[in-house]
């Protein structure tokens, strides 16, 4: 019987995978973590006024990471003006180094939006492996793009696909 | 506001009634469990076989666990140490080879993740095979409540000019059985040499139970080669020439009987070399 | 909530149902999403290195997650198979089936699920599920939860339920509430300064079936925590207290436990500053009392010291040692100014981190009993109390400069003591001294290619002696990436064992799927966690990973 309701939830998973895939626009889960002063904020409010938005996966220990919000930093002015795209950035740091974000992030000037998600509940609602990931949602907060690992360079990569979005 | 707290504080408090806090002596009370059995009654007896090492820091706190159940089920309980794996390795600090070919074929088997660890009876308990030591106790102590199924007796004989030893143990079915088979195992005990502990090496530890070879394989020989109704009586001998390094006065046979379905212990039994 | 109840079982009702009885919205509108993560190895020998090819030759780990979401409904299931599992993750592994499986409904108000879930309490003092396939760990408890948010920053959050273990339920139950109230956000939302307060109580039940113990069947663990955030200043602290818990970890003794975590941080544009001290007395909580290694823990005690990314630094590795510890760290990162003389046009990164953890102080209950002593109190201590063995120290230092638009820089040191003993459980064995240096050099030519080259230096004279290593890698953005290795192990102090352990690998990834190959040796290494270190015997292999997310 077990099994026979395992199979069937899982067949339904695949027949709900093919229909749902065919009319995309997939939006952000509802999820609750926390802003860097602790307030709790859901997952759905994250917004930028119709202008697109990188959602970024990323926690303080992992050095491609650092490398990407690097890269994106001294290149996000550039990027504001030309698509009014906005850097979620949601760490996924646990009690270990949690507490090592609002200083390491500060002392770097980085000018994202930044939110804990110290249990990994985000990630995991999201399908993320492993990090860094980063999804580009459009300006209706779809997901449109995602893209996982960091290359020197690969930065470039995602503002193609936000010019793209902003040729719309 | 004020209710939620409330209602938190109530929950918090309701949560804080459910814990037991035990007081000294920690320890049961154990009355002698052997006063009114009668010689002849047979009863179910618990197989520990443990996977040991003279490099494993926590070995000694297992063969302790092991000591304190000879103490509660001095009649009852019979431990088998396998000297296997990682930590029972030879170098120049810790020389003694007590490695066998049939102790590393069973940790090969049973895949202890961490030493020591035991397999009581060869029965899960909890769902697990390979126990550690702090589960030993309630699981020797689960099996010791089944009702026996198989009586077992050893006779043995040594020659102590020839060192040989012959070895003939009697099995007589209680009730219908599996298939079973028999293993015949010698042990020794009083073994000095360095182990790790806790606190650092002790140079002349006592190693117990130290398993030394296997008379008739790994595996055993069939005792029942099929389903066996009660009453039923076989014999199974076996002679052998003792190794010269053993030392016959610390040796003791130990023989069990495990299903050939499930490979289960149901019932095992212990007798000196030299009583 | 009686209705929101109501609404939940309709929908799973229907979820259960012929797919014939869905609305269209249900299937139109609704959101799928997963990943496939695999990982599968050949296994080759090098004896000498302790590498050993496996009775099957080939190892693998599969992990697939398909979650569903309409609206506030949401229901997953993960696959996991190993057949059989890589060479280090627990034999308890082997098989394949459903690891996972929840159905949960959540508004702005609710929050509840049936099935497996993962939660935190505060810091994970006294509870934290969680999983790490790379670690081999997946704690989740399987059961019910209710979080509620009354208010603007209340969270009330209630568990009870069994936790995983590898592919049954652990023997104990979880019972758990927690409460969580971010003081200013409801009645000044706009403030600068928070300040949040929380409290948490846990409770297990394992029936008493020992015949050596009298054992506690119900083990309750509690912890009160606050922070308080204002601008750039930041503290935080979290004490948790256990009841008498006699378990496989704490060598059976009664003593109750304690701990307290506390953190203190202060930053600006340019500089921030970290402070954490933490004091440990026999906290280590599980939902068996006789788990050991990573099974089945509640408590969540992280080590206090840097996480390297190098692999030489991280040779090392600290971990909370759960039945007692002191310990602190300190930390700093530093921006030096851009365009400044000192800072380059880029600006400089420095962090300074220094951390240090020793043992705390147990005394002997009388003059007869040894400490730890089974079936007593154990031992005693007083709060805060610093014994005289030390655990683990280092001091490391590390400083990143880009020096042009192609042209990056990271050079750091760190020295390190480590307690060997201690910390990996061989009594007797020599404490590690060791000093590492490293160097990453970084430079991207054409646009979009980038060579970078990587030496590290570790000199100890214990353990297995001095390490060299050597990396280069060559990536052409945004997929591909070259890299190869060599770790030699030149100093150690047996000649047949200074062995040379390369490593290849190639990886692809486009848009959210990833390839990659790896061929070599790696060396043995321990992997901490908690409080535990878990040995990962040294390898020779073949190896694809394999991971998409949709």
């Known amino acids: 019987m077990k099994r026979i309701l395992i199979l069937s939830t899982l067949s339904l998973f695949v027949f709900f995978t093919l229909q749902a895939q065919s009319t995309g626009g997939k939006k952000l889960p509802s999820v609750t973590i926390k802003t860097l002063d602790g307030k709790t904020f859901n997952t759905t409010q994250i917004s930028n006024n119709g202008k697109p938005i990188i959602l970024s996966f990323w926690a303080s220990w992992c050095r491609p990471c650092l490398k990407e919000m690097a890269a994106i930093s001294d290149l996000y002015d550039d990027w504001q003006d030309q698509t009014g795209v906005k850097l979620v950035a949601v760490s996924i740091d646990d009690a270990r180094t949690v507490n090592n974000v609002r200083p390491l992030v500060n002392a770097r000037g980085w000018e994202f939006e930044f939110y804990l998600d110290t249990n990994s509940d985000f990630k995991r609602a999201m399908g993320v492996n492993d990090v860094p990931h980063t999804f580009i949602l459009n300006g209706k907060g779809e997901i449109v793009y995602q893209h996982t690992s960091y290359t020197e360079g690969s930065e470039k990569e995602l503002f193609k696909k936000l010019k793209e979005l902003a040729g719309n | ?275 | 909530m009686n209705l929101k109840i109501t609404r939940i079982i309709a929908a799973i009702a229907l979820l259960l149902l012929s797919k014939a009885s869905f609305s269209q919205d249900f299937i139109d509108k609704a959101n799928i999403s997963g990943n496939i993560y695999s990982e599968a190895s050949y296994y080759l020998e090098d004896t000498l290195i302790g590498a050993y090819k496996t009775r099957e030759n080939i190892g693998a780990n599969i992990y697939g997650n398909i979650l569903y979401r309409y609206k506030g409904l949401s229901a997953g299931v993960r696959y996991e198979a190993y057949l059989p599992q890589l060479v280090g993750f627990d034999s308890k592994f082997e098989g394949m089936g459903i690891a996972h499986r929840y159905v949960s409904y959540s508004d702005s108000l609710f929050d509840v699920s049936i099935g497996n879930y993962y939660e935190q309490f505060g810091s994970g003092l006294v509870l934290r599920t969680y999983e790490d396939k790379n670690l081999g760990i997946d704690n989740a408890l399987d059961g019910f939860r209710a979080v509620i948010r009354p208010l603007k920053g209340v969270t009330l959050k209630a568990v009870i339920g069994k936790q995983r273990y590898y592919w049954e339920s652990g023997p104990g139950t979880v019972r758990g509430l927690d409460a969580e109230w971010n003081v200013l956000q409801l009645l000044k939302p706009e403030s600068a300064t928070n300040i949040l307060v929380g409290g948490s109580a846990v409770s297990r039940y394992q029936p008493d079936d020992d015949p050596l113990y009298i054992l506690p069947e119900n083990v309750a663990a509690y912890a009160g925590r606050m922070s308080l955030t204002s601008g750039g200043f930041f503290v935080s602290g979290e004490y948790a207290q256990k009841i008498n818990d006699p378990s496989a970890t704490n060598s059976t003794i009664y003593k109750s436990g304690q701990a307290l975590v506390a953190t203190t941080s202060y930053s600006q544009k340019g500089i921030g500053i970290l402070f954490t001290g933490k004091w440990v007395d026999n906290m280590d909580f599980r939902s068996s009392r006789n788990a050991t290694s990573n099974d089945l823990t509640l408590s969540y005690i992280p080590s206090t010291s840097l996480q390297h990314t190098y692999s030489l630094p991280g040779m090392y590795p600290y971990a909370t040692q759960p039945t007692g510890e002191a310990s602190l760290m300190g930390q700093v990162n530093y921006q030096i100014r851009k365009n400044s003389k000192l800072g380059g046009k880029y600006g400089t990164n420095i962090q300074l981190s220094a951390s240090v953890a020793n043992s705390i102080n147990k005394q002997k209950l009388n003059d007869t009993t040894e400490i730890e002593t089974p079936g007593t109190l154990g031992y005693k201590t007083s709060f805060l109390s610093i014994g005289n063995e030390k655990y683990f120290h280092e001091v490391a230092l590390e400083i990143s400069r880009k020096i042009n638009k192609n042209l990056k820089t990271v050079a750091g040191a760190t020295t390190q003591f480590y307690n060997l003993a201690k910390i990996q459980g061989h009594p007797g064995e020599e404490s590690v001294r060791a000093l590492v240096v490293y160097a990453d050099v970084s430079y991207k030519f054409l646009e979009s290619q980038n060579i970078r080259i990587e030496a590290q230096h570790l000199s100890t004279k214990q353990d297995n002696g001095n390490w060299a290593m050597l990396l280069a890698e060559y990536s052409i953005a945004p997929r591909w990436s070259f890299a190869i290795s060599d770790q030699f192990n030149y100093g150690n102090p047996e000649n047949e064992r200074r062995k040379h352990y390369y490593l290849g690998s190639v990886s692809y990834s486009h848009a959210s799927h990833r390839v990659s190959v790896r061929f070599g040796k790696q060396s043995e290494g321990v992997v901490c966690i908690g409080g535990v270190c878990r040995l990962v015997p040294a390898s020779y292999a073949a190896s694809v990973v394999l991971s998409t997310s949709f």
């Not at chain 2, 469990?33 to 003279?54: A, R, S, Y």
């Not at chain 2, 309980?77 to 600090?93: L, P, Q």
């Open chain 2, 1 to 275: 506001m004020k209710k939620v707290f409330h209602f938190v504080l109530g929950l918090l408090l309701l949560l804080a009634a459910s814990c037991d806090i035990v007081d000294e002596p920690y320890t049961r009370i154990i009355g002698n469990d052997d006063d009114d059995n009668e010689p002849t009654e047979v009863v179910q007896k618990v197989l520990l076989e443990e996977f040991t090492g003279h490099q494993c820091p926590n070995c000694p706190a297992g063969a302790q666990v092991a000591n304190q159940l000879h103490e509660i089920y001095p009649e009852k309980f019979i431990v088998i140490a396998y000297h296997a794996g990682w930590f029972a390795r030879t170098n120049t600090s810790f020389p003694v080879d007590y490695r066998t070919t049939e102790g590393t074929a069973l940790d090969v088997y049973f895949k202890p993740g961490s030493y020591p660890s035991g397999v009581v009876n060869r029965k899960p308990y909890n769902n697990t095979i390979i126990l550690d030591r702090s589960i030993w106790a309630p699981a020797t102590a689960a099996q010791m409540s089944n009702e026996p199924k198989l009586q077992l007796q050893i006779l043995t004989n040594y020659n102590e000019t020839y060192r040989a030893l012959s070895v003939a143990v009697t099995a007589k079915a209680l009730t219908t059985l599996d298939p079973l088979k028999l293993c015949i195992f010698v042990t020794e005990g009083g073994l000095v040499s360095p182990q790790v502990a806790s606190g650092g090496t002790i140079d002349n530890y006592v190693h117990n139970h130290v398993f030394r070879a296997s008379l008739n394989g790994t595996w055993g020989q069939n005792l029942f080669s099929q389903e066996t109704i009660a009453n039923q009586v076989r014999t199974i001998s076996v002679l052998t020439i003792l190794n010269s390094s053993w030392n016959a006065q610390n040796l003791s046979i130990v023989c069990f009987a495990y299903s050939d379905v499930t490979g289960e212990i149901i019932q095992v039994e212990e007798a000196k070399v030299i009583e």
